[in-house]
């Protein structure tokens, strides 16, 4: 962009919802401070709407609402393109025909980046402009920035976020409160947290999207969302929550970014970290992502990942950042595939596995000792175990086990269970940190058993 020291800046919005709203607003109440630091008087100068009757809790003058996209892609006095619209189209042709008129696009749009990025990008540098997307992935968090713009001598070598909201304040309340998930997402959606369809969120779709982004960024690649091994939190109970708690564990919803021998491992799973780790202590809508490189070590950064202002926050903070340094931005390069890890499809991530299942009360010894049994004559051991009475006449069994695959469990269960007309169902989650053996095994003739005082928890739930 030439020298716009001084210049009036028109910006158009394509959207005026939630985080249309929010960067309308904050065009309109930090003008100064704005023009300020960038020399530039930015105004919004026409606003792409798709309902012009719609009632609006925003001051804005109607004569600047439009229906056609023409009325601002064919506007040359137009500089930049703000697009808050979500979806893929129309979203999609209006962003090609913006960055091919030769101006600068910035998304919130997190769907579209991860499925369409690549091609985004490239016709982004083909001419000449930038696409920027910091607010599509943890709101208010710098992390595209930190990613694109700083880190750029390190080696990523890990990363791991909570990186949905929705999910971060059902799994807080359900550990808070105890109560259950369906109760909690009907509140949630009630306080504007959740979607009225909330399948994107709870089924980790949205946190693959972000994850997927990050993962485009720290390693220079393109990655497939579809391929991100991917596990939502509708499956959880509250047994489940308060099992973890009681091993010492909270359970959250982690996108996670593995650098291996042969590749990347990506995931977004409900995962159990131990009480003191960083995001164990991230609750309600917040988002946190700590990023693992080489040179500096482990970063982390909290903050609001969604909302109106948050989000507003950072596409404003990308317009500045093209006011200011429009040339110096880097360009991210998306176009080598991804080369997933080997060890990803087989036997599932290395390290220890939470696993329950809801057992009749009269068979959870019998079975439970089988399991075990089995697992440890495959290397496996137990690090630790919880039981809960579910009040039903049924009893939660957890571990915390270690030195066997999920695969290892899944088979060995299969086995077990082939005959039985209702099997409990096996819930596994991953754990972080690392796990020792903590029961005591005494081999016996024929099988391998061990020694144990089972105790339950004389609440009920
Ligand atoms: N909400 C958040 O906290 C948040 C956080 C991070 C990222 N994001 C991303 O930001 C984007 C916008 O989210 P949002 O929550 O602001 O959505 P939203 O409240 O539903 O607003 C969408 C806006 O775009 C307009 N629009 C949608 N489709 C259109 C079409 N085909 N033609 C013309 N206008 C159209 C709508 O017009 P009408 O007003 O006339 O209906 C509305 O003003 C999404 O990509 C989302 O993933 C949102």
């Known amino acids: 962009m030439a020298d716009k020291k001084q210049q009036l ?3 158009g919005l394509l959207g005026l919802g939630t985080v249309g709203g929010g960067v309308y607003k904050t065009i309109l109440n930090n003008f100064d401070v704005i023009r300020t630091r960038t020399g530039c008087e930015v105004t919004v100068s026409r606003v792409l709407v798709r309902d012009l009757e719609k009632e609006r809790q925003l001051d804005v003058d109607g004569s600047l609402l439009t229906l056609e996209p023409e009325d601002l892609i064919g506007d040359a006095s137009i500089d930049i393109f703000i697009e808050v619209m979500g979806g893929i189209e129309p979203a999609k042709t209006i962003i090609l025909d913006v960055l091919r008129s030769g101006r600068h696009v910035i998304t919130a749009n997190k769907e579209l980046l991860a499925k369409h990025g690549a091609e985004l990008l490239e016709v982004a540098e083909e001419n000449g402009v930038h696409l920027l997307f910091e607010a599509s992935v943890a ?5 595209i920035r930190l990613l694109q713009g700083y880190l750029t001598a390190n080696r990523v070598d890990g990363i791991s976020g909570i990186l949905n909201g929705t999910c971060n304040y059902i799994l807080t309340k359900m550990a808070k409160t105890g109560r259950d998930y369906s109760e909690i997402l009907e509140e949630a959606k009630l306080l504007g947290y959740a979607e009225a369809d909330p399948t994107s969120d709870v089924e980790g779709y949205d946190a693959a999207y972000k994850l997927a982004i990050l993962a485009n960024l720290a390693y220079d690649v393109q990655v497939e969302t579809a391929n991100i091994e991917r ?3 509708s499956q959880l109970s509250s047994a489940d929550v308060k099992a973890a708690k009681r091993l010492g564990y909270t359970i959250k919803l982690v996108g996670a970014a593995a650098k291996e021998q042969e590749g990347v491992r990506l995931s977004v799973r409900p995962r159990l970290l131990p009480d003191d780790h960083p995001l164990a202590r991230v609750d309600d809508v ?4 700590t990023v693992q490189a080489d040179v500096v070590g482990d970063l982390t950064f909290i903050g609001r990942g969604a909302g109106e202002l948050p989000t507003a926050s950072a596409v404003v903070e990308d317009l500045t950042a093209l006011l200011t340094g429009g040339d110096a931005i880097r360009r991210p390069s998306w176009h080598r595939r991804l080369e997933e890890s080997a060890s990803g499809a087989e036997g599932g991530e290395p390290g220890g596995l939470y696993l329950s299942a809801a057992f009749d009360e009269r068979e959870c010894t019998e079975r439970a000792e089988r399991l075990e049994a089995a697992l440890f004559t495959q290397g496996g051991f137990v690090a630790k175990s919880e039981r809960l009475p579910l009040g039903d ?3 939660l069994q957890s571990w915390l086990l270690g030195g066997v695959s999920e695969t290892q469990v899944r088979q060995e269960w299969q086995k077990q269970v082939q005959n039985a007309p209702q099997a409990p169902t096996l819930l596994f989650l991953p754990v972080e940190g690392p ?10 003739t024929g099988s ?4 144990r005082n089972w105790t339950l928890d004389s ?3």
């Open 459 to 461: 609440q009920v739930l």
């Open 231 to 233: 596990q939502g939190i």
């Open 435 to 444: 796990l020792e053996p903590g029961v005591e095994w005494i081999a016996t």
């Open 393 to 395: 006449g049924k009893i």
């Open 448 to 451: 391998s058993y061990h020694e």
């Open 9 to 11: 800046i028109k910006i």
């Open 286 to 289: 917040f988002n946190a992502v």
């Open 139 to 143: 709101g208010g968090i710098p992390i």
